[in-house]
């Protein structure tokens, strides 16, 4: 491998994760909320405004009595 000169290009760094992935970096960290790893979970919390698919009649709010 030769050094790295001034106006060398470089590829891009590219790291691909899954499911086994971040399963173990929960594991280590003790981080095993379910809105990481539930997709019905991650869209309770998401607020409406960032759900996918969400319209403008689902962001305006409700009057409640």
Not at 1 to 28: K, L, S
């Amino acid at each position: 491998m030769r050094a790295i000169a001034i106006g060398d290009e470089i590829p891009p760094y590219v790291h691909h994760t899954g499911p086994t992935e971040w399963a173990r970096y929960a594991a280590i960290n003790g981080i095993f909320n379910d809105i990481h790893h539930d997709d019905e979970a991650g869209l309770a919390m998401t607020p409406l405004s960032a759900r996918p698919g969400a319209s403008s009649a689902e962001l305006t709010p409700r009057a409640t009595l």
